[in-house]
């Protein structure tokens, strides 16, 4: 196995009666990968647009091409544009809260997510499938109990149920061969 990523990535989702989703963050805090290092905020408010709040546009792709499109939250079947922000990303990352915020020129993302550290669940997916390729992911997730968004882009509908993970201890491992 070699490591592809090593890092935390928390997120929240919206979801209408349906349980379809109708928007969703991903933040990813990278302490080491094979693009480099930093932060990432990655919001979707629906339909085919995608925000990325980073100081780095390389290391925003490298996390919005090669992971978060491949998960179901952030699904669209039709073309999807991303919006590049250029910002530092102020981060607080802890099992029981994560506080995450993000100014750029004409954008701003502010998320509050706080969860239950008393509630730890390991997680392995050997065979995590990531569009045309699979590769193991481990991490301990911590179940989000209420969180708080102030943004100045659309923002989810008011009636959307939500969810969220705050996903600490992240390795994403490529296999070996």
Not at 44 to 51: I, K, L, M, R
Not at 94 to 111: C, K, M, N, W, Y
Not at 150 to 171: H, Q, W
Request: charged share 25%.
């Amino acid at each position: 196995m070699s490591p592809v990523l090593v890092g935390s990535n928390p997120g929240l989702v919206w979801r209408d009666a349906e349980e379809k989703p109708t928007a969703a963050v991903s933040i990813w805090d990278v302490e080491w990968s094979i693009r480099g290092s930093g932060r990432c905020l990655l919001y979707w408010p629906g339909e085919g647009e995608v925000h990325a709040f980073a100081t780095s546009r390389e290391l925003s792709d490298f996390l919005w091409e090669e992971f978060t499109c491949h998960f179901p939250e952030f699904r669209w079947p039709g073309p999807r544009v991303v919006h590049f922000h250029a910002c530092d990303v102020a981060l607080v990352l802890r099992p029981d809260r994560v506080i995450a915020t993000a100014a750029g020129s004409d954008a701003e993302l502010h998320v509050e997510m706080y969860g239950e550290a008393s509630n730890p669940r390991p997680v392995r997916v050997v065979d995590f499938p990531l569009g045309d390729r699979r590769l193991e992911l481990r991490n301990v997730l911590f179940p989000v109990t209420d969180h708080r968004l102030r943004i100045s882009l659309p923002a989810p509908s008011s009636g959307a149920d939500s969810d969220g993970f705050i996903a600490l201890a992240e390795v994403w491992l490529r296999p070996s061969g």
